[in-house]
């Protein structure tokens, strides 16, 4: 099955400074979402796009839907410790029952 | 509270012994899944299932059963487990086929040994 491409694969960052990362897919996904995972526990969903061009905030997260539907972004600003974890991206085939997960972000910050 | 539980949260078996692992949501959602987690892989679906009695493979299906005769659960089988079903295994609901507020579970670590 597809996945999608995902990356930085891990980032290790000092605290304070701004986060990015990014998903790509070969095929257009009319919904993109971004997860948060923390050691030990499930997947929680951060930020869900449904329209192409979309930019939607939460807090100091942002996340925006790419115009080609094939790709998304997610940005951290101001990092903080508590922003650790492994990130995940997916997205829904535009004809597809099913999520698609990239291979996940890990992020560490150093304080 | 809005949940997925999944039990056993932690798992080791032996190879061709057969286990369940079972998944329970109390948000009356019609779509559930099962992914398994694997370093550098990412969340892979096993199964889904878009209502009652209405399951369909995923992406990984092999070695693995599920079953949908109530809404609000869906346990996963592995009738003769391997070593390469080790992974961590997660159940996901969510009101509609895959969209948006997809809950997740706390997770099931098995070892088949």
């Known amino acids: 099955g597809q996945q999608l491409n995902q990356s930085p694969q891990s980032m290790f960052i000092q605290e304070g400074e701004d986060v990015s990362m990014n998903c790509t897919s070969s095929s257009i996904f009319n919904t993109w979402l971004w997860y948060k995972q923390d050691p030990g526990e499930g997947p929680v969903l951060l930020i869900a796009l449904y329209k192409a061009g979309e930019l939607t905030s939460n807090g100091r997260l942002t996340a925006q839907f790419g115009i080609t539907r094939k790709d998304s972004f997610l940005n951290i600003s101001a990092s903080i410790p508590s922003d650790v974890g492994i990130y995940f991206c997916a997205g829904q085939e535009e004809y597809g029952n099913k999520l698609v997960f990239g291979a996940g972000t890990i992020l560490r910050v150093k304080s | 509270e809005a949940q997925v539980t999944q039990n056993p949260r932690y798992l080791i078996t032996v190879t061709g012994k057969k286990l369940t692992v079972t998944c329970s949501q109390n948000m009356n959602h019609e779509y559930m899944s099962w992914y398994r987690q694997d370093p550098g892989l990412g969340l892979r679906q096993i199964y889904y299932?878009?209502?009652?009695?209405?399951?369909d493979k995923g992406d990984v299906p092999e070695g693995y059963k599920v079953s949908r005769k109530e809404k609000r659960n869906f346990p996963l089988i592995l009738e003769s487990p391997s070593p390469n079903q080790t992974s961590l295994y997660f159940c996901a609901s969510s009101i509609a086929r895959g969209l948006s507020e997809a809950f997740f579970g706390q997770g099931t670590r098995l070892t088949v040994v």
């Open positions: 299932s878009m209502n009652v009695e209405v399951t």
